[in-house]
């Protein structure tokens, strides 16, 4: 009887295998028509709802015919540059001023004596509110794309995604040092960056965090640029970065936990200040398909504000759970 | 204790290429602070000729050590061993490639297709077991056929599944083989290779269906002995053809059978037929009608099966990517929810006409015309065959193996008594 059992059990598998090839041969159009090569992203980019924390509040639309840089000042106000320009917007949305200029600027900071630090494609300048020209200066190389500018209050620091390296300069530009080139004997691995998203911002202790995307890491330095920290996971799970260069962008919260933006796989996510992932604050269904650049900036209220380059408009996320009203 | 040795060989095996398989890149690349150089990606050469001359050797050398060890030493034992040195060079080291089974595609296309030139130690690979064959039985299946190794090693407990089911099921390597040819003589697909089993899992690198598809030949393997041989392998029917004239096939026993009947239940393939006596000799009368019975049945199977052949050759011309492709054309509503295939960006971007592809995908179906009648006429010779077979009684006096079936891998010889 157990023997018949297990022929019967061998003979229903191999029939349901050959059955299996008959299928797959004569009837399945997709298998044969699929190409085996295509790098597809579409199971990936499927996220479990409940890792979701945040919730989108407002949204709004820019001015700009281009976005690329968004920050915020302590009183809320949300400052977003791009082509030829900068828009100044209330917390609530409402356009408060503006002011343009010939070039087109990639990055945004605001100094904390309320100036705007803005970084075109190959030169850095500081403005006032008003659009007022307080001081302009050039890197020292032609092949410089900048991609990032910060500040701590003293220092400003710059991201040079064509030369790979970010400048350190005193608020007049003179150029203090340079940090992040590769330095085995000082443990700094060197930045890759294989494409122009290279981003930087300041901690809670005053360290410069930069992103070292093609490495998937996060590196925090000393203004002197020795090395203190990094963390980074490379995974195609929600937990980790992967394609060739991610985060393109990050901010931070007050904590010290990083929000980041990706590209390829776009989402917004938030992680601890030791580097473990929390949460999602928007999944990739929450953008359009090969939206890439998603800058963002956090203001006083903990709110994430996240640039959508692709849909042109500044979208508002607040922790689930919390009144915006009544704040 | 095979079943032991067969074990820590498998396991040997297995971790040979998981160790080759963490030998992949990823991304970014390390930056040595050595000052190495990652050297660039390059694009496999061919295998060197010299290698290739190596494993047409190696082939004929293993043919020949093991008709030897069947034949002359009369040595499961040696057969055995030979089995794991043929699993572990063609099957783990050559990656199941160049392999005598799919070589009939190989053939089959240069052949039908005047622009394809065949290897030489392709025509090797497909002829020399055959010759062996011819001369000795199947004693490439013995020894030297990497999937008969690997199943051979896993066969621990098999069970009989009985004559019928043996003939039915038996059926299925005919029309696989005719389906091979078919989809070789047209350049449409060498589907031998495409669903081939094992050669996923010596390389540990498949689609997961052809994972699960080999392991399931391999779990239906440990009960019913060597299921892709007796099931599947188009090459098999080649070779049980040819056995069947083999010149100097093994016997059971070396002398004189006693009939002690040791061997009877040896064969894990039921090859082994049994002594008919002439007892009830059959009437003339009956021979007649047998006889009539069957050049009456053959030709009905064959027309039967070509007619059906026949009327289903644009199901059967689907498999082939240029008729899918004028079909798709012609009905884009059938595709309206996939994405493009990766055959018709191709098409798109070779800048032929649709009226050039049509042309050619009618040209095609014509061919799939007449393979649907020649291969269904072959099924047809084959099932009629078969029955045919069934209805002449051979009278034998000793235990004998099947020369068509019967692997030559001489576990029944272990039984007989007489040794000499």
């Given amino acids: 009887m157990k023997q018949q059992l297990i022929i019967i059990t061998a003979l229903i598998l191999l029939i349901a295998g050959i059955g299996y090839l008959v299928i797959d041969l004569f009837y399945s159009e997709s298998g044969a028509s699929d190409n085996p090569y295509a790098y597809g992203l579409n199971e990936l980019r499927k996220s479990d709802s409940s890792l979701i924390d945040y919730q989108e509040i407002q949204h709004f639309p820019a001015g700009l015919s281009e976005v690329y840089g968004i920050a915020a000042d302590p009183a809320n106000r949300i400052y977003v540059t791009g082509a030829n320009g900068v828009e100044i917007y209330s917390p609530g949305g409402e356009k408060i001023s503006e002011f343009s200029f010939p070039d087109t600027a990639y990055c945004i900071a605001v100094t904390p004596d309320g100036n705007l630090l803005l970084g075109m494609v190959d030169h850095i300048e500081i403005m006032t509110p008003g659009g007022e020209i307080l001081s302009r200066w050039k890197p020292e190389s032609e092949a410089s794309v900048l991609t990032s500018v910060a500040t701590d209050g003293t220092d400003i620091f710059v991201a040079d995604a064509g030369k790979k390296i970010v400048y350190r300069y005193d608020r007049e530009g003179t150029l203090l040092n340079r940090i992040g080139k590769k330095d085995s004997l000082k443990g700094i691995p060197g930045f890759v960056i294989p494409s122009p998203y290279f981003d930087l911002g300041i901690g809670r202790d005053d360290e410069l965090w930069v992103v070292n995307s093609g490495r998937h890491l996060f590196e925090a330095f000393r203004p002197d640029g020795s090395l203190i920290s990094t963390w980074g996971k490379t995974s195609t799970g929600v937990e980790g970065f992967c394609g060739c260069c991610n985060p393109s962008n990050f901010a931070m919260l007050s904590d010290g936990s990083f929000v980041t933006s990706e590209k390829g796989i776009e989402r917004v996510k938030v992680y601890l200040p030791s580097g473990e992932f929390k949460c999602l604050v928007a999944a990739p269904d929450q953008f359009d398909q090969g939206t890439r650049g998603i800058d963002l900036a956090v203001d006083s209220e903990e709110r994430i504000l996240v640039l959508d380059p692709w849909r042109n408009q500044i979208r508002i996320f607040i922790k689930k759970g919390e009144n915006n009203d009544e704040k | ?420």
């Fill in chain 2, 1 to 420: 204790m095979k079943k032991g040795i067969a074990l820590v060989v498998l396991t040997i095996l297995f971790a040979w290429q998981m160790v080759s398989s963490y030998a992949i890149q990823r991304f970014p690349k390390p930056e040595f602070e050595s000052g190495y150089i990652t050297p660039e990606t390059l694009l496999p050469t061919p295998r060197a000729e010299i290698l290739e001359v190596m494993d047409v050797a190696v082939l004929l050398l293993a043919l020949s050590v093991v008709t030897w060890a069947v034949l002359k030493r009369r040595s499961r034992n040696l057969v055995f061993w030979i089995s794991i040195f043929s699993l572990a060079y063609f099957g783990f080291y050559r990656e199941g490639c160049v392999c005598s089974i799919g070589s009939i595609q190989n053939v089959t296309l240069a052949i039908f297709a005047g622009s394809y030139v065949i290897p030489w130690t392709v025509l090797v690979f497909f002829l020399s077991p055959l010759v062996y064959t011819l001369l000795f039985g199947r004693t490439f299946c013995a020894g030297v056929c990497p999937f008969g190794a690997f199943q051979d090693l896993v066969s621990w407990r098999p069970q009989k599944i009985g004559t019928r089911l043996n003939a039915v099921l038996g059926v299925i390597p005919y029309i696989y083989l005719g389906l091979a040819v078919l989809y070789a003589a047209t350049a449409t697909d060498f589907i031998i290779c495409r669903y081939d089993p094992f050669i996923g899992i010596f390389r540990f690198d498949a689609l997961f269906s052809m994972f699960i598809f080999g392991g399931i030949l391999l779990l239906c393997g440990v009960f019913i002995a060597r299921p892709y041989c007796r099931f599947l392998c188009p090459y098999g029917v080649l070779l049980n053809w040819i056995s069947r004239f083999s010149k100097y096939h093994m016997t059971i026993t070396p002398s004189i059978c006693v009939e002690c009947r040791l061997c009877e239940d040896s064969c894990p393939y039921e090859s082994i037929e049994k002594p008919v006596t002439v007892k009830n000799p059959e009437s003339r009368k009956m021979v007649v009608r047998k006889f009539i019975l069957i050049m009456l049945l053959i030709p009905f199977f064959m027309l039967l099966g070509g007619w059906t052949g026949s009327q289903i050759h644009e199901s059967l011309a689907k498999v082939n990517g240029k008729v899918r492709m004028a079909d798709e054309l012609l009905h884009p509503e059938k595709i309206q929810a996939e994405p493009e295939s990766i055959e018709m960006t191709a098409f798109k971007a070779s800048g032929k006409s649709v009226k050039e592809l049509y042309n050619e995908a009618s040209r095609i179906l014509r061919q799939f015309y007449i393979g649907g009648w020649i291969l269904g006429g072959f099924i047809g010779l084959t099932i009629g065959g078969l029955l045919a077979g069934r209805l002449i009684t051979r009278y034998r006096t000793d235990f004998e193996p099947n020369r068509g079936t019967c692997y030559s891998c001489s576990r029944c010889v272990d039984y007989c008594p007489i040794k000499s």
